[in-house]
T-cell receptor
Framework: QKEVEQNSGPLSVPEGAIASLNCTYS??????FFWYRQYSGKSPELIMF????GDKEDGRFTAQLNKASQYVSLLIRDSQPSDSATYLC?????????FGAGTRLFVKA | DGGITQSPKYLFRKEGQNVTLSCEQN?????MYWYRQDPGQGLRLIYY???????QKGDIAEGYSVSREKKESFPLTVTSAQKNPTAFYLC?????????????FGEGSRLTVL
């Protein structure tokens, strides 16, 4: 079992729709959770982080964390073609950082 | 502008050769990291350094070596002992241990073995 599991996609949504990206993790000691966006051939960039159970909103992005279910999600409202990228779910605990393989999102204009 | 600079962006290596990837940061970060990215896999940690003159092996250190003689610089050498070096290499830094804060990435170096 992978330590951080993501559906590889591609997840295809029409422009203006809500994109929902999901992630599960196996280490119950994980403390912090990050979502990075990576455009093809480029390096990852941080878009959201969340430490506590519940929702955290930042503009069009909402991160959701449920530690009991070991589940993290990222919602992107009003999806734009420029949101088309791979989204990496990342968990950390102690000094260990684990990257998921990423979900490819394609937003159709 | 503060950031992380990796060079070269593209590199071709013949089998049996050692190559060195450069990573320089002007963010005044203590911690620096090298990751390897392969298609369909998450980033995997090669080496990390929390302070000058100290570095630790990550999950896939075999066939790689690093040095941290200056705070700003963390070069990675891919040796001939690395059996499958073709990959996208990413250097990152952070102001705090990565478990607490954001990782800032360079633009990456794509290594291809001929």
């Amino acid at each position: 079992q992978k330590e951080v599991e993501q559906n590889s996609g591609p997840l295809s949504v029409p422009e203006g729709a809500i994109a929902s990206l999901n992630c599960t993790y196996s280490d119950r000691g994980s403390q912090s959770f990050f979502w990075y966006r990576q455009y093809s051939g480029k390096s990852p960039e941080l878009i959201m982080f969340i430490y506590s159970n519940g929702d955290k909103e930042d503009g069009r992005f909402t991160a959701q964390l449920n530690k009991a279910s070991q589940y993290v999600s990222l919602l992107i409202r009003d999806s734009q073609p420029s949101d088309s990228a791979t989204y990496l779910c990342v968990t950390t605990g102690g000094f260990k950082t684990i990257f998921g393989a990423g979900t490819r999102l394609f937003v159709k204009a | 502008d503060g950031g992380i600079t990796q060079s070269p962006k593209y590199l071709f290596r013949k089998e049996g050769q050692n190559v060195t990837l450069s990573c320089e940061q002007n963010l005044n970060h203590d911690a620096m990291y090298w990751y390897r990215q392969d298609p369909g896999q998450g980033l995997r940690l090669i080496y990390y350094s929390q302070i000058v003159n100290d570095f630790q092996k990550g999950d896939i250190a075999e066939g790689y070596s690093v040095s941290r003689e200056k705070k700003e610089s963390f070069p990675l050498t891919v040796t001939s002992a690395q059996k499958n070096p073709t990959a996208f290499y990413l250097c990152a830094s952070s102001s705090r241990p990565s478990s607490l804060g954001e990782l800032f990435f360079g633009e990456g170096s794509r290594l291809t073995v001929l």
